[in-house]
């Protein structure tokens, strides 16, 4: 240990080390000898946390130790050195309590923190996937081939704004002719600004004839909220798309909007989650099997990315219900036979429980993770807590509010008492998801997903009625003759 000044040519790097532990725990540089600077730290520490450490060893009656790391440093370098050794201690998790010169070596662990969180969270959702696949297979198939039935007006207004458009993008390629070029420079309108306007005129009439031969074939009238508007952007986006080849494809499009903004939004964001674009031939590959699916998703994204965006927004996570995704998973584990997740099927099936939307296996998951679920779902058993307080016999409260319920018919708060004391949680051959909301229809599939695959033993009949109403969700109407 240095105990004299050094020459003030060069210096000294040296550490503070806790007396308790020899942990460094402060890096400091000095052109003077280190019993000196020790006692400035004791007198006037650099930061407040170096103040709070040597208070903390004073009260227990040590003092910092004080040792060299690099000797003759030439001033002009000490300042580098210091650097270096703090970042240097920093990356290797030394809990330095310099303020200056740790925040790059700060800043790279916390990337590199970042990216082993982010290849945690891929292999996490990775293995989620394929267990989601192996139990549904991938998204339900559309269930039909037919495509809307476009008028020839119509075909041909879209093929006119597809020309308008290519023109347009031909003249913005062109150079701007010279003034001198140009026979009467008073009054010209560029091939770019003429076009400007056809364009828009072109687009406006396809729209309307669009959403015309759409309206009662794809039930436009009977949509609502996020739904409709997000149907009706969709169908006019086809306007103006140049992708089509054929009226056939346009029209097959068309069709398939509802059912890929029904089916498909879960899929792309569990894509998301893994690493994978929600779109395009790796996505359709990755997602199914299925050859009948990856030909309408092939067919469905001639509109992507909006009809993407589309779908992302429909598949939005409201703060006070899950998401699709989370719906998706959750019902996969309970039907999977595998070791249930609380975390994963719980806040799912709480939701569901409290919109009676529960089956049978449901809700022994439900109870199975949830010993309290029936307080989650209803609130506190009430009644049991009236005849503690009053000294009843057991079951006394709870048939009087039954009574009660049976005569205050409209009494919603007495309702939820009376499901409490009657300790069961509603439950139905298959998930009753009728309550009308933005995830309903993309809910309703994930549940056919699983009767499809097998997942979901229900009687025949009631099953095929299920798959039915859900895709005549999607499933469009005939043109009117």
């Known amino acids: ?103 790059a070596a700060l800043k790279i662990l916390a990337e590199r923190e970042a990216k082993k969180a982010r290849r945690r969270d891929l292999s996490r959702w990775r293995a989620t996937a394929t267990r989601i696949r192996i139990i549904l297979g991938g998204p339900l198939a559309p269930g039909f081939d037919a495509g809307i039935v476009l008028s020839d007006e119509t075909w041909v207004a879209i093929r006119y704004a597809a020309d308008v458009h290519q023109a347009l993008e031909d003249a913005d390629a062109r150079p701007v002719p010279l003034v001198r070029e140009i026979p009467d420079p008073d009054n010209y309108r560029s091939d770019k600004a003429r076009l400007l306007g056809e364009f828009g005129h072109a687009v406006g009439e396809a729209q309307r004839l669009v959403v015309t031969d759409a309206y009662h074939q794809l039930d436009l009238g009977d949509l609502w909220g996020l739904w409709g508007k997000h149907v009706r952007e969709c169908v006019e986006a086809a306007a103006g798309n140049r992708q089509f080849s054929s009226r056939h494809e346009a029209g097959r499009y068309l069709a398939l909007i509802r059912w890929y903004l029904t089916v498909i939004p879960p899929w792309r964001h569990l894509a998301y989650r893994c690493g994978i674009h929600p779109a395009g031939p790796e996505f359709h590959s990755w997602v199914t099997d299925d050859l009948d699916v990856r030909t309408a998703l092939r067919v469905a994204e001639k509109g992507e990315p909006f009809i993407g965006d589309a779908a992302d927004a429909i598949s939005g996570v409201h703060s006070y219900e899950p998401g699709l995704l989370d719906i998706l998973g959750a019902v996969a584990i309970v039907y999977s036979r595998q070791r249930l997740e609380p975390d994963a099927v719980g806040p799912v099936l709480r939701h569901f429980a409290r919109h009676g939307h529960l089956d049978t296996r449901m809700a022994k998951a439900l109870l199975t993770v949830d010993p309290r679920a029936l307080d989650h779902v209803y609130g506190p058993d009430h009644a049991t807590r009236i005849d503690q307080d009053l000294n009843l016999p057991a079951g006394t409260a709870a048939r009087v509010v039954r009574h009660l319920d049976a005569l205050l018919k409209n009494n919603e708060s007495l309702h939820t008492v009376v499901k409490r004391a009657d300790a069961k949680l509603p439950v139905a051959a298959l998930p009753d998801v009728t309550e009308e909301t933005v995830l309903t229809p993309g809910t309703r599939a994930i549940v056919a997903g699983l009767i499809t695959a097998g997942r979901i033993k229900a009687p025949v009949a009631e099953a095929t009625a299920y798959l039915t109403a859900v895709r005549a969700w999607w499933t469009p109407r005939p043109p009117r003759s």
């Open 1 to 103: 240990m240095v105990t004299t000044a050094v020459d003030a040519a060069t210096g000294t790097v040296y550490v503070l080390k806790d007396p308790r532990d020899l942990r460094v725990r402060y890096v400091g540089a000095t052109t003077v000898a280190l019993t000196t600077r020790l006692a400035g730290h004791l007198t006037s520490p650099a930061s407040e946390a170096v103040r709070a450490w040597v208070a903390e060893l004073k009260a227990a009656g040590l003092l910092p130790i004080i040792e060299p790391v690099r000797e003759s440093v030439p001033v002009a370098k000490l300042s580098a050195v210091e650097t270096g050794e703090i970042h240097a201690r920093t990356m290797h998790g030394e809990q330095l309590l310099n303020i200056n010169g740790t925040g």
